[in-house]
């Protein structure tokens, strides 16, 4: 993943206009698709933002994620990351998304709907084994 995520133009725009629609609420989803030989994302499964203070965080409901896990058993395919938007900007992640960031495998996409940006961050373990920062991952066509 590092080396960047295939993501199709199309769903770049689904994923703006979820932002949009979710007004001054944080939108948020699942990424869906394959790892080999590249990552690249074939869909998204959107989510409600079920965190209590949906302006300021997000949180994918579970049974959304438990759901899908499910449905992609022995598929071939599998949850890359997820994406949310920051309805103010900007496109990178917050120092509480870092906070709440635990695998280093799974994508973060950030979608700022004033600028029209989307951009993909990828968390990385520091010398004490937590997760130390995120780095930005190129977004391929
Ligand atoms: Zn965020």
Redesign the pocket.
């Known amino acids: 993943m590092r080396r960047g995520l295939h993501l199709a133009s199309d769903l770049v725009e689904t994923m703006l206009q979820a932002a949009r629609a979710a007004g001054p609420e944080e939108c948020c989803g699942l990424i869906v698709g394959t790892l080999d030989p590249a990552p690249r994302a074939l869909r998204l499964v959107p989510s409600q933002n079920t965190h209590p203070e949906p302006r300021r965080f997000?949180e994918i409901d579970p049974k959304v994620q438990f759901d899908t896990l499910r449905r992609l058993r022995q598929s071939g395919e599998t949850i890359l990351g997820h994406y949310?938007s920051?309805p103010a900007g900007p496109a990178r992640?917050?120092a509480?998304?870092l906070a709440e960031a635990n695998d280093p495998d799974l994508a973060w996409l950030?979608i700022d709907p004033l600028a029209g940006e989307v951009a993909a961050f990828l968390p990385r373990i520091g010398d004490d084994g937590k997760i130390a920062e995120f780095r930005a991952i190129p977004l391929l066509g």
């Open positions: 997000f949310h920051h992640p917050s509480r998304d950030v």
